[in-house]
């Protein structure tokens, strides 16, 4: 099996590389990606750079170009339910891009023809993801992710995004991955700890917490990956 582990930031995917210890290092298509082995499976890691174009050529890279056969996430986000604070985790079970609009031919916002407002997420490493959880004596919240190519530091436009799509979190990748993991048939499972509110302090949030939320992250991935290679086995 190939499990692909994916971050936007270098500081995403360092704890990650760094409990791996070794990997062969690949260029290809102006990123680098990681190839390590790990328990007897074989992991392609990579940080995408930050937005829904960049995760989507690396998405697509890591199915299409290292043969892919699930796709984590990890990675930091901002919290759009009051319920979440900095280092908490979201789980997305569906996703949707906010800034995707042409709501004036009379499509709901998100909608594009053919396609649809929400993207599922695989219901099984959901449910995995909730044995994890309760292994690591964790809570993680359940919820909707919303996706677009804009840092949000607004109350207006965060409670927009969270009227709109009934969402808990928000950053600039998970969507976008999860249009090309459900096109090509890969089970996805995105997973983000809080940065910032996506407020005006949002950015200083975000500099203050990015890294220790992005560890926190990477730290349940690992777990995430241990119990779907142990559940592979089965
Ligand atoms: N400080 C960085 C830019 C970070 S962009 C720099 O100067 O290079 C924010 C990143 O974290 C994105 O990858 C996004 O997915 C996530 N994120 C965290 N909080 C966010 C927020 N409030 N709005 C949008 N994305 C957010």
């Given amino acids: 099996m190939r499990i692909a582990i994916m971050g936007a930031m270098p500081e995403e995917v ?3 590389l760094k409990k791996l210890g ?3 290092t690949t260029e290809y298509a102006k990123n680098t990606y990681y190839e ?5 499976v074989e992991l392609v890691i990579a940080y995408s750079k930050i937005g829904k174009v960049f995760s989507t050529l690396t998405a697509t890279t890591m199915i299409e170009h290292f043969g892919a056969e699930k796709l984590l996430f990890s990675g930091v986000a901002g919290a759009v ?3 979440l604070r900095v280092g908490d985790l979201v789980v997305a079970n569906k996703l949707s891009q906010h800034d995707l609009d042409i709501t004036a031919f009379g499509h709901p916002s998100g909608f594009v023809p053919e396609g649809a407002v929400f993207v599922e997420a695989d219901a099984s490493m959901i449910d995995l993801s909730k044995e994890v959880a309760s292994e690591m004596g964790k809570s993680v919240k359940e919820g909707i992710i919303a996706t677009g190519d804009q840092f949000v530091a607004n109350e207006e436009r965060k409670n927009w995004i969270g009227d709109t799509f009934q969402a808990d979190a928000l ?5 976008s991955v999860a249009v090309v993991c459900d096109a090509l048939d890969v089970p996805f499972f995105i997973l983000r700890a ?3 509110a996506a407020d005006m ?3 200083f949030s975000f500099d ?3 890294e220790s939320s992005a560890i926190i992250s990477a730290e349940f991935i690992m777990k995430m990956v241990d119990k779907v290679i142990d559940n592979n086995a089965k």
């Fill in 201 to 203: 302090d949002a950015s």
């Fill in 81 to 83: 339910s009051p319920e």
């Fill in 14 to 16: 360092a704890p990650i």
């Fill in 22 to 24: 070794e990997y062969k």
């Fill in 36 to 40: 390590a082995t790990y328990k007897g």
């Fill in 194 to 196: 809080i940065s910032d």
């Fill in 171 to 175: 950053e600039m990748e998970g969507a």
């Fill in 208 to 210: 203050e917490f990015m």
